[in-house]
C-alpha cells in the first residue's frame, strides 16, 4: 500500500492488526516510513529508534534501520538532529569498514547517504569530505581510473549534483559533462533527450542554474517533452508527475511567465506535500518584486504569496527551512505595506506591530532547521530587488509619519 502511495489505508490496516503482529519489525518499519511521508515525524521518530536500538545486531537490519533513523532525522533538522544522523551514518559505516573509524566502505547505499548528508549540513569542510566521497565512489566504479566517469548512475547524479550545488563557473560545466554524457548513454546519441527522467530533470534543474536565455529555453525543451511524454504524446496537456510540473512551474518563475505559469493550475491539482504550496507562493513574490510602484494589485499578491507560503508550513509540519523563510519574508514586506492599502483590506497598521518580531523568530527558526543554508550560494538578483522595494516601502513610510 505504502508503495502505491495509499499511505493512510497502510497506516490503518497496521493499526488494525493484532498487538504482537504489529511489534513484527518489518509492519514497525513500514508504519514508520508511512507516518515520515505524512510530516508526521514525532510519531515515526519512536518507532525508528526502537527497531534501531533493539534490531541491529543483524548487519542488514543494522544498516536498514539506522538509515530509516538518519533520514527522518535529517528531514527533521536542526543542528542536534543533523549531529545524531551524522553519528548514526559514521557508526554503521565504521561497522561496514570491519570496525575501523573514519574510514570509506564498501556500501555504497551508506558512502552515498553519508555524502548526501555532509551536503545538507554544509559548510566548506562538510562540501568537501562529502565530494571526497562522491569521487572515490566513483573511481572505484571506475576500475581505480582517477577523474573518470562510471556507468552507476546513482553515483554520476550524486556528484553532478553535488558540483552544482558547490557551485562556480568550473563546477557547473563539469556537472554539465556528467549529465550530458548519461544522457548519451541512455539514449545512445549525442543532443538527444533520453527516456530517464532523472538525467532529463537534472540537466533542466542545471541550465536553470546556469540562467542564460539558450539554457532556460533548453530547459523548456526538456521539461515540456518529458511533460508531453507523460501525457500520451499530447503537447501543452498536464500531467501527474508531481516533479515535472513543479520543475516547469520554477523555470516560469525564472521566466517571469506569469500567464504560462497560471496555465498549470497548480492549486487546481492538489498534488500532495509543501512544495505545490511554496512554488505557488514563491511565483505571487516574484511577481510583485517586479512592481515599480506599489498599488492594491500588489496588495493581492502579497496576500497570496502569504496565504500559500503559510500553507506550506503546515503541510510541511513547520519543519522545511525554505517554507518557514518564505513565509518571513513574505511577513516582513507585510510589515512595511502602505496604511492606506492595509485599511482598503480592512486592516489597521497598528495590528502589524508584531510582524517584526515574528519574522525574525521565523528567519531564526529556519536557520535552526537547516544551519548550513545560510552558507549556500545565493540568487542575489532576487534579493536585491527585494531590499529596493523594502528601502521604497520604507521612504513612503517615512514621508507620511507611519513607521
Same mark, same amino acid.
Not at 126 to 144: E, H, V
Not at 207 to 212: D, F, N, P, T
Not at 322 to 341: D, G, M, T
Given at each position: ?17 493484532? &498487538? ?24 515515526? /521518530? ?64 551508506? +558512502?552515498?547517504?553519508?555524502?548526501? !548528508? ?27 581510473? &582517477? ?24 563546477? %557547473? ?14 539514449? $545512445? ?21 546556469? $540562467? ?17 511524454? @507523460? ?11 508531481? +516533479? ?8 516560469? =518563475? ?23 504550496? @511554496? ?34 508550513? +503546515? ?11 518564505? %513565509?518571513?519574508?513574505?511577513?516582513? /514586506? ?22 517584526? &518580531? ?10 535552526? =532547521? ?32 507611519? !513607521?
Amino acid at each position: 500500500m505504502l508503495q502505491l502511495g495509499k499511505i493512510d489505508d497502510c497506516i490503518a490496516f497496521i493499526n488494525s492488526l493484532e &498487538t504482537r503482529v504489529r511489534k513484527n519489525k518489518g509492519f514497525l518499519m513500514t508504519k514508520a516510513r508511512a507516518l515520515q511521508a505524512k510530516g508526521r515525524f514525532s510519531e515515526a /521518530l519512536p518507532l525508528f529508534q526502537h527497531l534501531y536500538v533493539n534490531h541491529q545486531r543483524a548487519y542488514k537490519d543494522h544498516k536498514a534501520h539506522g538509515l530509516g533513523l538518519g533520514r527522518l532525522l535529517q528531514l527533521m533538522g536542526g543542528a542536534d538532529n543533523l549531529e545524531k544522523a551524522l553519528a548514526i551514518l559514521t557508526q554503521l559505516r565504521a561497522r561496514a569498514a570491519g570496525g575501523r573509524a573514519h574510514s570509506p566502505c564498501d556500501d555504497k547505499d551508506i +558512502e552515498l547517504t553519508l555524502g548526501r !548528508h555532509l551536503k545538507i549540513m554544509g559548510g566548506a569542510d562538510n562540501l568537501q569530505q562529502a565530494l571526497a566521497i562522491f569521487t572515490r565512489l566513483r573511481t572505484q566504479a571506475a576500475a581505480g581510473s &582517477t577523474n573518470t566517469p562510471c556507468n552507476d548512475k546513482d553515483i554520476e547524479l550524486s556528484l553532478g549534483r553535488h558540483l552544482e550545488l558547490m557551485g562556480g563557473a568550473g563546477n %557547473l560545466h563539469k556537472a554539465l559533462a556528467i549529465y550530458t554524457r548519461l544522457r548519451i548513454r541512455a539514449s $545512445g546519441k549525442v543532443d538527444t533527450p533520453c527516456d530517464d527522467q532523472d538525467i532529463e530533470l537534472s540537466l533542466g534543474r542545471l541550465l536553470e542554474v546556469k $540562467g542564460s536565455k539558450p539554457d532556460l529555453k533548453q530547459a523548456l525543451a526538456i521539461y515540456t517533452r518529458l511533460r508531453s511524454r @507523460l501525457a500520451g504524446g499530447r503537447k501543452n496537456t498536464p500531467c501527474n508527475n508531481k +516533479e515535472i510540473e513543479l520543475a516547469l512551474a520554477s523555470l516560469y =518563475i525564472k521566466r517571469k511567465n506569469w500567464p504560462a505559469f497560471d496555465e498549470l493550475r497548480l492549486e487546481a491539482r492538489r498534488f500532495p506535500g509543501f512544495e505545490p504550496h @511554496l512554488c505557488l507562493s514563491l511565483r505571487y513574490w516574484h511577481e510583485l518584486l517586479e512592481a515599480g510602484s506599489i498599488s492594491p494589485t500588489h496588495s493581492r499578491l502579497l496576500g497570496k504569496a502569504i496565504r500559500f507560503a503559510a500553507l506550506a508550513v +503546515e503541510e510541511s509540519g513547520f519543519t522545511n527551512a525554505s517554507c518557514i523563510s518564505q %513565509l518571513a519574508h513574505c511577513l516582513r /514586506l507585510l510589515s512595511y505595506w502602505p496604511n492606506v492599502l492595509l485599511q482598503e483590506r480592512g486592516l489597521q497598521k497598528k495590528g502589524m506591530k508584531g510582524l517584526g &518580531t515574528a519574522t525574525l523568530f521565523l528567519f531564526d527558526t529556519a536557520n535552526t =532547521i537547516a544551519p548550513g543554508r545560510q552558507r549556500l550560494e545565493k540568487d542575489q538578483h532576487w534579493r536585491a530587488r527585494e531590499q529596493e522595494l523594502l528601502a521604497l516601502l520604507s521612504r513612503q513610510q517615512a514621508a507620511q509619519g507611519q !513607521h
